[in-house]
Structures are given as C-alpha cells and as structure tokens.
Antibody, heavy 117, light 113 residues
Framework: QVQLVQSGGGVVQPGNSLRLSCSAS????????HHWVRQSPGKGLEWLGL????????YYADNVKGRFTISRDNSMNMLYLQIHSLRPDDTAVYYC??????????WGQGTLVTVSS | QPVLTQSSSASASLGSSVKLTCTLS???????IAWLRQQPGKAPRHLMK???????KKGRGVPDRFSGSSSGADRYLTISNLQSDDEADYYC???????????FGGGTKLTVL
C-alpha cells in the first residue's frame, strides 16, 4: 500500500538549518510530483512547495522562497525539505504529500519542528 | 490565484447528515477542488476530488457515506449517517494553474452532537 514515512524534525535553534525526509513506498515514486505542507499550532494548512516527478523544477510559496529547498532522490524513493535560517514562526508540523491528478492524495504522518532557543 | 472560503464551524447530530461548503473566488468558479479530513492529532486524509460539474472521485477506502456535489462557485461535501469519528476539521484545496501553487481553504471544524 502507499506509504509516506517522515523523519527528521525536533527542536532547533533560531538561525539554524534542518532537513526533513520522506520515504515513499507502495507506488512508482518517480512518476509523480510531491509537495510539502505545514500546519502551525492550532492553525490551518499552508502549502510550501512542490517538486516535479523528475526533480526538473520546483515551485515555492512566496513566503518561503529562498529559505526552503525541496529535493528528491528517485533512486532511493526519498523526498527532502531543507529549511535554512529557521525562525520561531517556522514552528509547525510538516507534511510531505504525493500529488496525483493535481490533488494531494496521500500524506505522510507529519513531523514536528519547534524553533526555540 | 483562487481563494477558497469555508465556514469556520458546523455541527450536526449523530446519525444525521451534514453538508459542508467550500466557495471558490470570482473568476475561478469552474475549478475542481479536493476535500480533506483531519481528525484530531492526525495527518490530513484525502477524501475526494470534486469537479465543477459535480462529478467526484473518492480516495481509496472512503466510505459511501461521503459524497460531493457542486453548484456554481460552491463545492459541497455531504456526510450521511454521521459517526462520532467524523468529528474533525475539513479542508478544501485547489490547484492554481497560473502560479502552479496549491491553495487551501481555512477549514471547517465539524462537531458531532
């Protein structure tokens, strides 16, 4: 069955960087675009960006462009989100998603990132 | 870029039906959306993709109690025979072809009485 299993996250100091990982299984990972979404405590869902199936392009939400980098390794069925210059308002649960037919049809379990000194 | 508007809250009784609404902004009335459910403490789950025509395709394992419909700029999610574990936040999302961005509605918190 389709699974997206996330790792990484935790407590990070402001200004530091962090990489989140998402391991995909149960489908042909290299055939689909994937996205990252986050949810700040008590808030709604916020789209962060996407990466094409072959990694040839990425698009980002305006408010994270330049600080967030999405990458993938199709040989390992892995998706990544690199966050630089972490700020307290980056504190959130981060989700990876599979995008099929223009909808995010499977989601990872989420990983909490807390930015605090 | 489309804007999706949802009521912040809704309530209905156990065993009854409820119809949740997601409204597309002007100029985007023909867009498809997807409905998501997020139970407390869990990741969102895709429920269905709903076209402007009213046709919908449900995700794997989504019960028959869930259905979708459309009217103009409004996209609806109807849940029949409400169960206690239907108490959750429900979000709609869409895809903006122009900016290649995903947009989410603000979510509706459904309380099952």
């Amino acid at each position: 069955q389709v699974q997206l299993v996330q790792s990484g996250g935790g407590v990070v100091q402001p200004g530091n960087s962090l990489r989140l990982s998402c391991s995909a299984s149960g489908f042909t990972f290299a055939s689909l675009a994937h996205h990252w979404v986050r949810q700040s405590p008590g808030k709604g869902l916020e789209w962060l960006g996407l990466i094409a199936n072959d990694g040839s392009y990425q698009y980002y939400a305006d408010n994270v462009k330049g600080r967030f980098t999405i990458s993938r390794d199709n040989s390992m069925n892995m998706l990544y989100l690199q966050i630089h210059s972490l700020r307290p308002d980056d504190t959130a649960v981060y989700y990876c998603t599979r995008n099929s037919d223009y909808v995010n049809d499977y989601w990872g379990q989420g990983t909490l990132v807390t930015v605090s000194s | 870029q489309p804007v999706l508007t949802q009521s912040s809250s809704a309530s209905a009784s156990l065993g009854s039906s409820v119809k949740l609404t997601c409204t597309l902004s002007s100029g985007h009335r023909g867009h498809f959306i997807a409905w998501l459910r997020q139970q407390p403490g869990k990741a969102p789950r895709h429920l269905m993709k709903l076209e402007g025509s009213g046709n919908y395709k449900k995700g794997r394992g989504v019960p028959d109690r869930f259905s979708g419909s459309s009217s103009g700029a409004d996209r609806y999610l109807t849940i029949s025979n409400l169960q206690s574990d239907d108490e959750a936040d429900y979000y709609c999302e869409t895809w903006d072809v122009g900016s290649l961005h995903v947009v989410f509605g603000g979510g509706t918190k459904l309380t099952v009485l």
